[in-house]
């Protein structure tokens, strides 16, 4: 049933997803919060709220269709501006986010609070 391809795109599947879990990670104990709250749906993104300093209830925002997407990107933009990045950087993360968010984790970036 599963041939060579499905089993090298799981694969790749999988690292881009432990990947992503690690910077997250590290992003989150950068900012002093647990990097196990990664791990716990819905509770990631209310730490990822806190982190970026918006509203809990944004997350009823996030289940709009269409809205949700304007969200997260004032979101990110919160969150690079954060770790002292320009607000324009939002382009490459949304663009290239496998790339950036990995590099936003395990840069030299420091949170300011």
């Known amino acids: 049933m599963y041939n060579d391809t499905s089993n090298v795109l799981i694969i790749v599947y999988l690292v881009i997803l432990v990947i992503s879990i690690a910077a997250f990670w590290r992003i989150f104990t950068k900012a002093g919060k647990p990097g196990w709250a990664v791990l716990i749906p819905i509770y990631n993104i209310i730490v990822l709220l806190e982190i970026c300093e918006k509203p809990v209830w944004w997350i009823l925002l996030l289940l ?22 320009p607000g324009w950087h939002v382009i490459l993360l949304l663009l290239f986010g496998i790339i950036y968010i990995p590099y936003l984790g395990f840069s030299n970036a420091q949170y300011k609070a």
Request: aromatic share 10%; proline share 5%; no cysteine.
């Open 64 to 85: 709009i269709p269409l809205v949700n997407i304007i969200i997260m990107i004032v979101v990110y933009v919160a969150l690079l501006e954060k770790f002292g990045k």
